[in-house]
């Protein structure tokens, strides 16, 4: 009953949080790296979603002014993940205004605490596992020549993502600063492993899938004998002389199926010896290279154009194809 009594008193002194204001928090929120910058960083997409709170609890220009300031310091994290320590901050802001003993230093201590831990586990969940899984399904689609693709995986992605900040902000705003506590026990990092093994897992999944190599380099040329491949001449015969009967197509129907050669000389390439080895074994050593070259910290950029260079000089060479 007291708690009623006190939220009631809060409603009408102005010092609580409406719903609207949470929701203008929530939609300000998707703007967090709008003003990006290099000594902050996500600073001012922060501040900017903290205004409806700031404006709602403090009606005096001066607290105004020293609550913005508070909330422009550095932090940076996962776009994402950063509704919950919004949510945790617009609670110690509300208590703030209603007389609790909250330091400046307080405030910022528990957004930067937060701030590394979550960032942790939004980028294996969402960049690692979310997005390329979605991705591929929607690309699949969209290859296929389903215009729903790139439709589902632009409504899909937002309805996800806009779901997650509202109710992630709504759990730190509810918690508050007891959601700390549940951050702890190893619980965070056994997230993060779990998240990292899946998204290591989808990656390599899709690595053969969106990465093609072909190499037509001719190892050998073998004479089959007569009955033991589909005689493509005789076919083109048949057609040209109009006497292709049912027969003939059942019979190279059954050819194909039972994948016999088309034509008299069976030629292996060097891309035919790959794939009976290990399919996709050329992308995923691929993989590895640049991997590698990441670890060495060569720059993304160079990597890429050395990928195009070698690319095309093996394509001149007749290497790929």
Do not use: C
């Amino acid at each position: 009953m007291n708690d009623e009594v006190q939220e009631v008193q809060a409603q009408q002194t102005g010092n609580h949080l409406t719903k609207g204001d949470r929701r203008a928090t929530w939609w300000r929120s998707t703007f967090l790296q709008a003003a990006w910058n290099y000594e902050r960083m996500q600073n001012v997409g922060w501040a900017y979603s903290m205004v409806p709170t700031i404006k709602r609890l403090y009606k005096t220009k001066e607290d105004r002014a020293a609550a913005l300031k508070r909330h422009l310091e550095f932090f940076n994290t996962h776009p994402y993940v950063a509704s919950p320590i919004l949510g945790v901050e617009m609670a110690m802001e509300e208590q703030k205004a209603n007389g609790a003993e909250i330091d400046d230093d307080a405030i910022n201590s528990v957004k930067v605490g937060m701030m590394g831990p979550l960032a942790g586990v939004g980028d294996p969940i969402w960049w690692g596992t979310v997005r390329p899984v979605l991705g591929a399904f929607a690309a699949g689609m969209a290859q296929s020549g389903q215009i729903l693709g790139p439709i589902i995986f632009f409504l899909v992605w937002n309805i996800m993502r806009m779901a997650f900040l509202w109710y992630t902000q709504e759990l730190g705003y509810r918690e508050g600063t007891n959601i700390t506590e549940n951050l702890g026990g190893g619980m965070m990092q056994k997230l993060t492993t779990g998240a990292s093994i899946l998204g290591m897992f989808i990656m390599g999944v899709l690595v053969p899938r969106w990465t093609t190599m072909n190499f037509p380099m001719v190892i050998s040329e073998v004479k089959l004998q007569k009955g033991g491949y589909i005689d493509t001449n005789a076919l083109a015969t048949q057609i040209n002389n109009g006497n292709l009967d049912a027969k003939t197509i059942s019979d190279v129907v059954s050819g194909i199926q039972a994948k016999q050669n088309l034509g008299a000389v069976k030629i292996t390439t060097v891309q035919d010896t790959l794939n009976q080895l290990i399919p996709g074994l050329a992308p995923l050593l691929l993989m590895f290279v640049v991997l590698w070259l990441l670890r060495k910290n060569v720059s993304p950029i160079v990597i890429i154009f050395g990928l195009f260079a070698v690319g095309i000089l093996a394509y001149a060479l007749g290497i790929m194809a």
